[in-house]
């Protein structure tokens, strides 16, 4: 299997433009979560599904920030609009179960200028 | 609420000792998981150990075993034989029957040749 795929690995964009990040869990997994990192707060949960179905959006920082899954290979974390505090790594991980380890994806670099 | 808590923000180790990073960690969840993650430089993931509360062994996964004491609520990291590939940033999490993954805010070892 080729693991968590993560496009794009970078983005740089500026300040109001849309922006969406893309994520292709394993074949097989049922959860996905949605992460943050940042020097100053760290790994942060965004959301994550259950075979396709937002379960806790509550980390989702404003409602510039919306995550879909329209089938069990593909999501997507769009931000409208961008702004520059929402600079980041974000990183997309599947599990096969709830209480199985995550495997991550690669995650997307994002600046927003 | 679920609480991780790694109180070494920086860790040092001589190459070829063994390091012990700790992890403390607090739920209400009988039942819950600890893991722990390695962040290398480049940014990736990498999942190492798991441990559940009811496992009455200590985890083992190579070079990598979980001191775990449950009634002290630690679940610290041993790595033996310390390797100059082990420096990195090491996460530890907790899952509880929620299944949403609680992050520590990570340990920075360094090991020095």
């Known amino acids: 299997d080729a693991g968590v795929i993560q496009s794009p690995r970078h983005e740089v964009t500026e300040m109001g433009q849309e922006v969406t990040l893309r994520c292709k869990p394993i074949s097989g997994h049922d959860y996905l979560f949605w992460y943050r990192q940042t020097m100053m707060r760290g790994l942060e949960l965004l959301i994550y599904?259950?075979?396709?179905?937002?379960?806790?959006d509550s980390g989702m920082p404003e409602d510039r920030f919306s995550a879909k899954m329209p089938n069990a290979s593909f999501s997507t974390l769009k931000i409208q609009p961008s702004e520059p505090r929402d600079s980041a790594v974000y990183f997309c991980a599947s599990s096969p179960s709830g209480n199985n380890e995550q495997f991550f994806g690669p995650g997307t670099r994002l600046t927003v200028l | 609420a679920q609480k991780i808590t790694q109180t070494q923000p920086g860790m040092f180790v001589q190459e070829k000792e063994a390091v012990t990073l700790d992890c403390t960690y607090d739920?209400?969840?009988?039942?819950?998981?600890l893991f722990w993650y390695k962040q290398p430089s480049s940014g990736e993931m990498i999942f190492l150990i798991y441990q559940g509360s009811y496992d009455e062994q200590n985890a083992t996964e190579g070079r990598y075993s979980l001191n775990f004491q449950k009634a002290r609520k630690s679940a610290n990291l041993v790595i033996s034989a310390s390797q100059l590939g082990d420096s990195a940033m090491y996460f530890c999490?907790?899952?509880?029957?929620?299944?949403?993954?609680?992050f520590g805010r990570g340990t920075s070892l360094i090991v020095h040749p």
């Open positions: 999490v907790l899952k509880g029957g929620s299944y949403i993954p609680t």
């Open positions: 739920t209400s969840d009988q039942s819950y998981g």
């Open positions: 599904f259950n075979n396709n179905v937002p379960i806790d």
